[in-house]
């Protein structure tokens, strides 16, 4: 036998109508717990968001202490520690900033995925090697690049197309989709072009200094076919030019 659907009227357990948006129903879930419970999960979350961004920022620091320690300049290879120290400020100051700050949480993650639809492909592409360093930078500034302009023709000011990046209009405007939309595709198609065209113009080079040393161990004066080809090429040209001034005349 089925139960009474009415047998449950009497549980304690008290009911609340549906939220009106469904991305927020954990927070609709956590606000009928007790005080206490409520004090556990925030440390369970802060912990578990600071056991990630502390990560995150030490490989950040690490990173980029590496490549500055790289730098030919005889202070940053006598004092490493303190190039680190400064690297970690550099990059945990705007952290800091941030959170001390009264910033849109979800604006954050949104331009955080803008980010990433901007560099997603190039970064990705660099695994594969057809594309190159100069295809893939070039391919993450034309990403940024394309959503500056959007935000540039949209408002008709250089100033407020870089305010694009932060998406002003929000997640559910149709200028915020053209932007992850502009960024990833600019930034994938730019990618691959300029690779394209710099493994072009590096087999011609390559070509040329071969054809150069086949020649020095020949013996034969590249310079001076050039010449004669060049001498040709006007020989020709003038034959052609007085034959036109002939059958004019």
């Not at 490989?59 to 490493?80: D, G």
């Not at 989709?177 to 502009?182: A, G, H, N, Q």
């Amino acid at each position: 036998m089925l139960p009474d659907t009415d047998a449950g009227a009497d549980r304690p357990f008290p009911t609340r109508p549906r939220p009106q948006y469904p991305y927020l129903s954990y927070f609709f879930l956590v606000g009928g717990l007790g005080k206490g419970w409520k004090g556990i999960l925030v440390v369970m979350v802060v912990a578990l968001v600071c056991s990630t961004a502390d990560s995150i920022q030490n490989a950040m620091t690490t990173m980029l202490a590496v490549e500055v320690e790289k730098l030919p300049v005889p202070w940053i290879q006598q004092n490493k520690i303190t190039v680190a120290r400064i690297c970690a400020l550099v990059i945990q100051g705007p952290a800091i900033g941030f959170a001390m700050g009264k910033v849109d949480v979800l604006r954050m993650f949104l331009v955080a995925d803008l980010i990433t639809a901007a560099i997603v492909v190039p970064l990705f592409g660099g695994l594969w090697p057809f594309v190159t360093q100069l295809g893939a930078t070039s391919g993450v500034v034309a990403g940024f690049a394309s959503v500056i302009i959007q935000g540039w023709s949209l408002r008709k000011a250089v100033a407020q197309g870089f305010e694009q990046i932060g998406l002003p209009a929000g997640l559910y405007a149709d200028e915020t989709v053209v932007s992850f939309v502009l960024a990833i595709f600019v930034s994938s198609f730019v990618t691959f072009v300029v690779s394209a065209v710099e493994r072009a113009y590096a087999h011609v080079t390559r070509t040329r200094r071969y054809v150069e040393l086949a020649a020095t161990k020949q013996g034969i004066d590249l310079e001076q076919h050039e010449e004669e080809f060049r001498l040709l090429t006007d020989y020709q040209g003038k034959d052609s030019n007085s034959e036109t001034t002939d059958n004019k005349v």
